[in-house]
């Protein structure tokens, strides 16, 4: 190893900086890299369950507030008998088997319901929005109808179907949809867990433009200041390192159980969810970036002190002496630097 020029920590850090900025900002107006989310429910299929089971309970349609509902009460027996006005309504539109319906009216599903055909949660956002040109086309484009501010509010997709199902035509509960208690854990702990993977994301944000600042700064300050100079910015790149890893760690693990767990629960009710791994890669290409910075400065640092403690003269007080105690180990005597930023040091063997 003969030189490492001090681009590779500037150039590693500004990558970094820009990737996990527009991490955090994807989403955040609608459209602005939708296709960068951390997890898209997909609820095209949402009510499905209601066509099949008034199906399998009735071979033909029923007029509202009749058949299944009957000797339901109450508050449950008007859920009830909206729940079979939208199935009928939906039934109405089929003329093919039940078994079809799935695919017959997929696209219709959401609309009729007053829903959105998918829900995508991003650093800072839930968007959501209807597939171009339907949900079922493999490959389909997002069209981004609004985003709601998810860290600040909550990335409660519940709140926003239950909403969607109350202003729509049929006062449908998300209950009537199949959504369990257990669904609604999973959810709120996803909430949870993303409150906490955004505020990582954005001390992770704070500390890469910090330490890529630190390292524009070297630039400048290591002819005179080498051990200050090195040693901060070892401290700042380990920082956003360490802000990086834990906040891509927690983003993808939190991401990849919530999706397991609502295709899992989701599969019979018409729900499922699908993993961003556009996010992903562009997250850990940034943790790799950083990794670099870090293994730059790491390196510096070590060369710093080897020279330090070999140094028989003593503790070392100037940057031009590190310069000097390579000529010690005998390997190159003459790598000495001028200008100080274009390192030339050879490895002690
Ligand atoms: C996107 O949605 C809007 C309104 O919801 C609609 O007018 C527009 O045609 C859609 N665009 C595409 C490409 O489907
Ligand atoms: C979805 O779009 C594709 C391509 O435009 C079309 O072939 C297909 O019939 C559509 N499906 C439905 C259910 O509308
Ligand atoms: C969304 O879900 C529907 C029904 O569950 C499925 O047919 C469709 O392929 C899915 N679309 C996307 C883009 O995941
Ligand atoms: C999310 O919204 C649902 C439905 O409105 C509600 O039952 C649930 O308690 C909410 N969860 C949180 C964490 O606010």
Redesign the pocket.
């Known amino acids: 190893m003969k030189q490492l020029p001090i681009g590779i920590p500037i150039v590693g850090s500004l990558a970094a900086f820009i990737l996990i900025l527009l991490a955090l900002l994807a989403g955040s107006r609608p459209g602005f890299m939708e296709e960068y989310d951390l997890v898209a429910f997909n609820t095209s299929g949402l009510g499905q369950n209601l066509i099949i089971n008034a199906g399998n309970d009735n071979d033909e349609p029923t007029p509202t507030g009749s058949g299944i509902c009957d000797g339901v009460g109450g508050f449950l027996g008007r859920t009830c008998s909206s729940a079979t006005a939208a199935v009928d309504s939906l039934q109405s539109d089929i003329t093919d088997t039940v078994n079809d319906i799935g695919n017959e009216i997929a696209d219709e599903l959401a609309d009729r319901l007053g829903i959105h055909e998918f829900y995508s949660l991003h650093a800072l956002t839930i968007c959501e929005g ?1 597939y ?1 040109p339907n949900a079922t086309t493999s490959g389909a484009d997002r ?1 981004v ?1 609004e985003c709601h501010k998810g860290f600040t509010n909550g990335y409660n997709v519940s709140a926003l179907l239950d909403h969607g199902l109350q202003v729509g035509p049929y006062k449908l509960t998300l209950a009537d949809l199949g959504f369990t208690d257990e669904m609604q854990d999973a959810m709120d702990t996803l909430n949870t867990v993303l409150k906490a993977f955004t505020a990582l994301l954005i001390i992770a944000v704070g500390f890469t433009g910090i330490s890529m600042l630190a390292s524009i700064a070297a630039l400048f300050l290591i002819p005179r200041h080498e051990r200050k100079t090195v040693l901060i910015n070892l401290i700042l790149a380990g920082t956003a390192l360490s802000f990086l890893v834990l906040s891509g760690l927690i983003g993808t693990i939190a991401a990849s159980i919530a999706t397991d767990k609502i295709n899992e629960k989701g599969d019979d009710i018409g729900l499922s969810a699908n993993l961003g791994k556009g996010y992903l890669i562009i997250t850990w290409i940034a943790v790799g970036l950083m990794l670099i910075t870090f293994g730059y400065w790491l390196w510096q640092f070590l060369r710093y002190r080897n020279g330090k403690t070999t140094d028989p003269r003593g503790p070392r007080k100037y940057a031009r002496d590190s310069e000097e105690s390579g000529a010690a180990y005998g390997d190159r005597p003459n790598m000495r630097s001028t200008s100080g930023i274009n390192f030339s040091r050879t490895r002690r063997h």
């Open positions: 209807d171009s069209n109808t």
